[in-house]
């Protein structure tokens, strides 16, 4: 693609992303493939951004230089929004946002309100996240999730192939046992939880099952790429007609 960027995608930084996650940057879908986008995008390695900085422990002095290199993005280089590669960044939402003067969407959460309005307040939104424990309030109102809305957490942390992220970063993913404990998180939440009317995908890492959970569950999926697609089209960088 001959033309800049408009929106630029934080990503963790290098050699410090667990081997399985580097196996699913590969897929088309992933939110640090290129090939996931109709339309270019600007990836960025943020010194310091890693499991321990924004899932664990969430640092403010990463926020500090997630701040100082979107300015820099943006008048450097003309970047018109902020994305990034990690949707447990909803923790630095409303700081980032307020820092900066282009839109930012740092988490598939922000979609989670949206959901719930299109179902309905008797209806629940599922959230399938990378980790539930540490998946807090406080992400969730960073992104406008009130506590009156219906939202039902599924984690993965208790699968046991997707928990080498957090356990043996070093191992490499069996990635039909990653497929099949993704879809097998899906199809209980909604087996135990009838009640839900639609379904957000937390983690950037979760779009390039997106389809399947759609079949396997028969509701509507929204993920990073939803969110994507829909900043990209406010930015006239995708054109429907």
């Known amino acids: 693609m001959d033309r800049n960027p408009k929106i630029a995608v934080l990503r963790w930084e290098e050699g410090h992303v667990p081997e ?12 640090t493939n290129r090939e996931s986008y109709p339309f ?41 929004a902020i994305t990034t590669s990690c949707g447990f960044n909803a923790i630095f939402q409303k700081e980032l946002a307020e820092a900066l003067d282009v839109p930012v969407f740092t988490s598939a959460l922000l979609q989670v309100p949206f959901a719930q309005n299109l179902i ?11 980790n539930k424990g540490s998946l807090t309030k406080e992400h969730f ?29 070093d191992e490499k993913f069996d990635m039909d046992a ?24 937390e983690c950037t890492d979760l779009p390039p099952y997106a389809a399947k959970i759609r079949e396997a569950v028969k509701l509507p999926v929204f993920d990073f ?14 054109n429907l007609y």
């Open 20 to 31: 399985g996650l580097l196996q699913l940057e590969t897929m088309p879908g992933n939110s």
């Open 40 to 80: 270019p995008v600007r990836l960025i390695y943020v010194e310091g951004a890693n499991v321990e900085t924004v899932i664990t422990h969430p640092s403010k002095e990463l926020l500090a230089n997630m701040i100082r290199i979107s300015k820099q993005l943006v008048e450097e280089e003309g970047i018109q």
């Open 120 to 130: 309905g307040k008797n209806k629940t939104v599922g959230v399938i996240t990378a």
């Open 141 to 169: 109102h960073a992104c406008g999730i009130t506590d009156d809305m219906n939202v039902e957490v599924m984690g993965l942390e208790d699968a046991k192939e997707w928990s080498k992220i957090f356990d043996k970063p």
């Open 178 to 201: 990653v497929t099949e404990e993704i879809i097998g998180v899906a199809k209980k939440g909604v087996a135990d939880h009838p009640e839900i009317g639609a379904i957000v995908l």
């Open 225 to 238: 790429n939803s969110m994507m697609g829909h900043m990209a089209i406010a930015l006239a960088d995708l």
